[in-house]
């Protein structure tokens, strides 16, 4: 049997994104990488690239807008502050929430830090109506062994500030949440449950009505993570029935440095802040100070306008495409990489093996070959990928496995891509040895 | 390619048939290092017969660079003095910081024996680590063992 003969044609069905129109959108993806290979950047769901519109519209906030937003009487100042607004309109309808409910942050490791910090500082408020949510000893938060890391750090520090108890929902063998002791798991003690709608690592996409609804049964909030499933999928804040949902502007097409926390207003009302200073107050004297209502209360400080404002250049460029085409197109891609990822001899799929309930990130390992190595061979070929534990050391320990591999998709990625990825895999087995169909081809 | 530069066949060599690997008595100190970026981990203890390494023995997991390094390492360091050990430790991490220049890799050919080999790591920063390691781990244990000598090891 031949190599080729041996491979399955593979099910490519057309792809409902205009893959050569979007490449040429991004500037990046014209460079070539190690000695003059195209790039095939697989690597959108550590980072995404950037289109031209969101470097365009940061080039023009600095060029012609700069100024500190919600400050000064001057036209600039104006400016700043009403592109500032506009971008929080923008991501506020791209995920169906109220203005007022749309903190900017850093990136979803600080909005999640947002609500820890809040739910520890209620404890100790001097405002009893900050003292709602507030996390003492008795209480227990719930995650999932599926969180990156962002979700998980902050919630086990919450819990060693405070004396609470965390808890945690495990995996199934097949990458998926086990939900079988959630109505345990979860109970009258549960003061939030943060869980991931889209895994970072498996690609898991997870079933949160449930969730969901056995928190509302005991009082619970509920954060969901939406780093992975917000630039991803369609996301709607009413339809998730969630308290919290958080993400990154940088793994949706938006520059680095900005992030959002949605928050369901009354909720956030209720919460004092986390970092405090300026733009955040009410009233200043030297004896104590107050504060302004969500969002203002939680960004403190000038914030990071042309980062904001490329976000919304982002989010303009994905309402473009259509949120429903980005996943019909990534769900497309993703089918082909399992089935011929699964079809080479010692490549292992960690997560899900099909694309049900499942979004485009997709980890594997090869018999033989650590991550390391394999990601070295596809770079030396121009394929970015992730490798390692990818910030959720839990789930690879969980599956046995030192790291994986991960290869993610976004609005860019072709199946040109995908074959490159498939080749270069068999590249690293040719490589390392470690191909037994290799010495009868 | 350019993937030849960094795997040399004496790297791979050393990866699929490692020397001294197994964790081994007696021994004075005994450390765990990972490198959290990737999660590599090495297990690895000294065995000092006055201030001369008698014997390092490891256990760990991860790449093809790392287990290459610990296993050079092995050869490299035993019979040696402490401070010669960490020496040749130095110059490896000098050869991991000269980006492939070839005049650094040639003056520490001497000194550096199999783990000159790894010069070609050197142009790969995020590799860097991966092969320092080990070096890491065993200066790590022999100060521990050293601190721990007068009153003998623990086997």
């Known amino acids: 049997m031949t190599q080729t003969a041996s491979r399955p044609t593979g099910t490519r069905i057309p792809l409902p994104l205009d893959v050569e129109a979007i490449r040429a959108d991004f500037p990046i993806l014209t460079r070539t990488v190690r000695d003059g290979k195209r790039l095939v950047y697989l690597d959108s769901g550590a980072t995404s690239q950037k289109p031209r519109s969101v470097l365009d519209a940061e080039r023009d906030f600095y060029e012609n807008h700069n100024a500190a937003p919600h400050r000064g009487a001057h036209q600039l100042a104006e400016e700043a502050t009403g592109l500032y607004e506009a971008a929080r309109a923008r991501v506020a309808g791209f995920i169906g929430g109220a203005v007022e409910e749309v903190v900017f942050t850093r990136n979803t490791t600080d909005a999640i830090n947002t609500v820890a910090y809040a739910l520890s500082n209620a404890a100790t408020a001097k405002e009893p109506s900050f003292r709602r949510y507030a996390v003492g000893q008795g209480d227990e938060i719930v995650v999932t062994e599926m969180e990156h890391h962002a979700n998980l750090v902050p919630w086990q520090q919450l819990c060693e500030r405070t004396g609470a108890t965390l808890r945690w929902l495990g995996l199934t063998d097949d990458g998926r949440l086990d939900l079988s002791d959630l109505g345990t798991v979860v109970n009258e003690r549960t003061k939030l449950v943060a869980v991931t709608q889209q895994s970072n690592i498996l690609g898991t996409i997870n079933p949160l009505g449930p969730i969901v609804a056995r928190a509302r049964e005991v009082g619970a909030l509920v954060l969901v993570d939406g780093a992975q499933s917000v630039p991803h999928q369609p996301v709607d804040v009413a339809t998730l029935g969630a308290d919290f949902l958080v993400f990154s502007g940088h793994k949706m097409l938006g520059p680095t440095g900005v992030g959002v926390l949605w928050g369901r207003y009354e909720v956030l009302d209720a919460l004092p802040p986390f970092l405090t200073g300026g733009s955040m107050i009410e009233v200043v004297r030297m004896e104590g100070s107050t504060f302004m209502p969500p969002p203002q209360r939680f960004e403190a400080g000038v914030p990071m306008t042309a980062q904001v404002v490329g976000l919304g250049a982002a989010v303009e460029y994905l309402q473009a495409l259509g949120m429903d085409r980005v996943q019909a197109h990534e769900e497309a891609l993703t089918g082909y990489a399992l089935e011929q990822l699964q079809a080479i001899p010692g490549v292992t799929v960690i997560g899900p093996p099909d694309t049900v309930a499942r979004g485009g990130a997709v980890s594997f390992t090869v018999d033989g070959i650590h991550p390391h190595d394999v990601g070295q061979v596809l770079d030396d070929l121009g394929i970015a990928v992730r490798v390692g534990h990818h910030c959720a050391w839990p789930v690879v320990r969980r599956y046995g496995v030192p790291a994986t591999t991960r290869a993610t998709f976004y609005v860019h990625t072709g199946y040109d891509d995908v074959d490159a990825l498939v080749e270069g895999v068999r590249a690293a087995q040719r490589f390392f040895g470690v191909t037994p169909e290799e010495a009868t081809a | ?155």
């Not at chain 2, 997991?61 to 019979?79: E, K």
């Not at chain 2, 991966?130 to 601190?147: E, I």
């Open chain 2, 1 to 155: 390619m350019q993937l030849e530069s960094m795997y040399q066949d004496i790297i791979l060599d050393h990866y699929r048939n490692p020397h001294g690997r197994g964790l081994r008595d007696p021994y004075e100190a005994e450390v765990h290092h990972v490198n959290p970026t990737c999660g590599d981990e090495v297990t690895l203890r000294v065995h000092l017969d006055g201030d001369t390494i008698a014997d390092v023995s490891y256990e760990g997991m991860g790449c093809s660079i790392s287990q290459a390094s610990v296993s050079a390492m092995y050869d490299l360091v035993i019979g040696k003095s402490v401070t010669d050990a960490l020496g040749t430790g130095e110059h490896f991490v000098t050869l991991m910081q000269s980006k492939g220049d070839a005049a650094v890799a040639e003056k520490l050919e001497d000194e550096l024996e199999d783990a000159v080999a790894f010069a070609g790591v050197s142009k790969y920063p995020a590799r860097i680590k991966c092969a320092l390691m080990s070096w890491m781990a065993l200066k790590d244990a022999s100060a521990r063992a050293l601190a721990a000598a007068p009153t003998g090891g623990q086997a």
